[in-house]
Nanobody
């Protein structure tokens, strides 16, 4: 069974930095995109950043150069480095991967359970 496991969430003061990571494990043949989404209380889930198999990245406007997404292609890990954090960055951060599972044809979307990021004023 494929699992996406997030780690690194926690509490940080406004203006501080925090990184979250996600490791994909299981019968994985290949991974196309890996991405981070987040959901703040009372708001819709939104894309934070995405990185594809060639290292091409996309960022949400609200990151404003503060966040950096990177990927370890050998270990199937995606990392999100968050700097200059604001209280409005608070939310549950979810890892997402578009991948092929051994024994199953086609690409499928998988999600982690999420990790809480809280930015205090």
């Amino acid at each position: 069974q494929v699992q996406l496991v997030e780690s690194g969430g926690g509490l940080v003061q406004a203006g501080g930095s925090l990184s979250v990571s996600c490791a994909a494990t299981g019968r994985i043949v290949s991974i196309n995109n890996m991405a981070w989404y987040r959901q703040a209380p009372g708001k819709q889930r939104e894309l934070v950043a995405r990185i594809n198999a060639d290292g091409i990245t996309n960022y949400a406007d609200f990151t404003k150069g503060r966040f950096t997404i990177s990927r370890d292609y050998t270990k199937n890990i995606v990392l999100l480095q968050m700097n200059s954090l604001k209280p409005e960055d608070t939310g549950v951060y979810y890892c997402n991967a578009d991948l092929v599972v051994g024994g199953i044809s086609g690409w499928y979307d998988y999600w982690g359970q999420g990790t809480q990021v809280t930015v205090s004023s």
